[in-house]
Nanobody
Framework: QVQLVESGGGLVQAGGSLRLSCVAS????????IGWFRQVPGKEREFVAAISRSGGGTYYADSVEGRFTVSRDNAKNTVYRQMNSLKPEDTAAYYC?????????????????WGQGTQVTVSS
């Protein structure tokens, strides 16, 4: 079992920044990939970013490439996502998820454990 807890969401103006954190417990943290997804009401959960088990590989959706950065500190069981140049269309509930497989995958269905989500609202 893996437990994930996100934090750091909130309300920010367009162009601003936020940093989200995802703290994990329950299994060896470096044994799983962490992905970030977002969801707005009425739409499917959307891949945002992912980071490999070692932290050496990061992957981003085209919509956030160059604005979001994901990193992990395996000693602290924590993954961070820095979001810069936020846009109103980034408004969503953001979730971190753990994938126990070796490679990085972008489909939400491949992830085994999910956090409860944290809301990010970007005002124009």
């Amino acid at each position: 079992q893996v437990q994930l807890v996100e934090s750091g969401g909130g309300l920010v103006q367009a162009g601003g920044s936020l940093r989200l954190s995802c703290v994990a417990s329950g299994r060896t943290f470096s044994s799983y990939v962490i992905g970030w997804f977002r969801q707005v009401p009425g739409k499917e959960r959307e891949f945002v970013a992912a980071i490999s088990r070692s932290g050496g590989g990061t992957y981003y959706a085209d919509s956030v490439e160059g604005r979001f950065t994901v990193s992990r500190d395996n000693a602290k069981n924590t993954v961070y996502r820095q979001m810069n140049s936020l846009k109103p269309e980034d408004t969503a509930a953001y979730y971190c998820a753990a994938d126990l497989s070796v490679g990085v995958r972008v489909a939400a269905g491949n992830y085994d454990y999910w956090g409860q989500g944290t809301q990010v609202t970007v005002s124009s």
